[in-house]
């Protein structure tokens, strides 16, 4: 695929058939995510988390059902790996760095991905969830004062990406000559 035929074939993926990516496309992945840029080269403020473990991830998708109130959803999906992306604690004001850092990688990722045929998805909702449970946090090992900014879900699927048609209104915009 040419860049922008990755960029136009991109698409979230909600469906997956429990199979996960394999070590050598995951590798691919998490390198897309340390290529993307950060503020002041701040690579130091990032961390990535990768989790395989079945209990943590059924702990993460009851958090974020019980979040959006329907113990039924299943907002990561049943995708076998999550990779959530943390940021130091910023200091106030500068919180959009950290979560701009944290959506680039993630948007990194969904490109390389989306090369690979692997289905991701990005997801706030049960990144918001399991940021608000100390059990969780607990498990996921960050360094210290460090919170979870954003994550995307990892998984062989049965959806193709096929090119998209991206209109020219799609995103409203206005020029200053
Ligand atoms: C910041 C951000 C947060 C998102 N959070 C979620 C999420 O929690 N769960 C989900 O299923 N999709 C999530 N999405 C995916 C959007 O719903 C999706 O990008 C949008 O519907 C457009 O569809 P597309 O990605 O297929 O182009 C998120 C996307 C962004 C950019």
């Avoid at 990779?83 to 500068?94: E, L, T």
Wanted: charged content about 20%.
């Amino acid at each position: 695929m040419t860049t922008m035929e990755t960029i136009c074939s991109r698409a979230s993926v909600r469906s997956y058939t429990g199979e996960p990516v394999s070590p050598e496309e995951l590798a691919i992945i998490l390198k897309a995510a340390k290529a993307s840029p950060a503020g002041m080269a701040r690579f130091d403020t990032l961390h990535l988390t990768v989790i395989h473990n079945p209990d943590l991830l059924a702990e993460i998708d009851a958090a974020g059902a019980a979040l959006f109130g329907d113990p039924t959803m299943h907002p990561l999906y049943g995708a076998p790996t999550l990779v959530v992306v943390s940021s130091r604690k910023p200091a106030p004001g500068m919180e959009n760095v950290a979560y701009s850092n944290a959506a680039i990688m993630v948007h990194s990722m969904a490109l390389a991905a989306t090369d690979l045929g692997v289905g991701s998805c990005y997801i706030w909702g049960a990144t918001a969830a399991l940021s608000k449970s100390e059990a969780i946090l607990a498990k996921l090992g960050l360094p210290e004062d460090f919170i979870p900014c954003c994550a995307i879900t990892l998984g062989k699927t049965d959806v193709a990406y096929t090119l998209r048609e991206i209109p020219d209104d799609k995103i409203s915009s206005n020029t200053i000559e």
